[in-house]
């Protein structure tokens, strides 16, 4: 059995992966351990006791900025801790067996390959849309790391020129715009309602569209056209034949994906149409992560 970390911001889940279902499953806080050795000491405490009398084969954990590589998690800015974290060797010294740590969205890329809407594709493009814009990528029927460990990322790839400022310190990337702070933004500079934005996340501005507010609508009408772009460049690059979109932005019906898949037919090249699938994940929010992670651990 493999162990399939997710770590969060606030709290990681942990989750015992039987083939392709889940048997047990925990949480525990990320936030509040005395540093990052106690935090290892209690992923480690939580994963014998989900594990008990089982054996345990590996440990995969997904975590932001993480680089597999290294085994480490890279100064990630909604983590508790300001230094390298290389948290893989130390689940490996306290549990015994082999661990991967990589990326989150490497992890959902290699959990939707395993699991979900991506199985059996070999040649897969996986984007989660969150608070930020992640993705991971299968080539020739392996993740692709590159000598950075960060090959196949689409949040920092420039779709407007001179456009909106980016975390990254840069302007006009893909992660500006299609991302919740990037929608947000859009539905702000539409002269969208001020009270809508006083909810959390993309989902008052859902809810808006819903209701027939013309900035809503117009909104998800222009992440699409950004998405768009953005994954027309990544198939003419690396030809995936299947894209999956995962995370809560996409969850939203046809508000997004009926505008992206128009103007995705529009704006890939010609050679591919018909070629490429654009799917939403099979997975349910609350297993992906544990089994992405797992299927790092099993990779
Ligand atoms: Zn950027």
Redesign the pocket.
Same mark, same amino acid.
């Given at each position: 059995m493999i162990a399939g970390i997710d770590i969060g911001g606030t709290s990681s889940k942990l989750g015992l992966v039987d083939g392709d279902r889940i048997v047990a499953r925990t949480r525990i806080p990320t936030v509040g351990h005395a540093d990052a050795h106690a935090f290892a000491d209690a992923l480690a405490a939580a994963v014998r006791t989900l594990v008990g009398e089982a054996a345990l084969t590996g440990v995969g954990i997904g975590a932001p900025n993480g680089n597999q590589h290294s085994g480490t998690i890279v100064q990630a800015p909604n983590l508790p801790w300001r230094e390298d974290v290389p948290l893989a060797a130390m689940l490996r010294e306290r549990l015994g067996v082999p661990c991967t740590l990589g990326n989150d969205a490497n992890a959902a890329a290699l959990g939707e390959w395993r699991y979900g809407a991506g199985r059996g594709i070999d040649d897969l493009l996986v984007v989660t849309l969150g608070t930020g814009l992640g993705s991971g990528l299968i080539v020739d029927g392996r993740l692709l790391l590159g000598p950075f460990g960060n090959a196949g990322e689409l949040?920092?790839t420039m779709v407007v020129i001179d456009g909106r400022a &980016?975390?990254?310190g840069?302007a006009g &990337?893909l992660?500006?715009y299609v991302s919740i702070r990037g929608m947000r933004e859009t539905f702000r500079e539409l002269g969208g309602d001020a009270e809508v934005l006083r909810g959390e996340g993309v989902m008052p501005i859902a809810d808006a569209a819903r209701a027939g507010s013309s900035e809503a609508l117009q909104t998800f009408r222009s992440t699409a056209r950004w998405l768009s772009v953005g994954l027309s460049n990544a198939v003419a690059i690396t030809t995936p034949r299947r894209i999956v979109l995962f995370g809560g932005i996409a969850r939203n019906g046809d508000l997004l994906l009926g505008p992206l898949r128009e103007r995705f037919a529009h704006d890939l090249l010609s050679i591919y149409h018909g070629q490429v699938d654009l799917l939403l994940s099979e997975l349910p929010e609350d297993d992906a992560g544990i089994l992405g992670a797992a299927a790092l651990g099993a990779h």
């Open positions: 949040g920092h &980016c975390t990254c840069r &990337c992660e500006a």
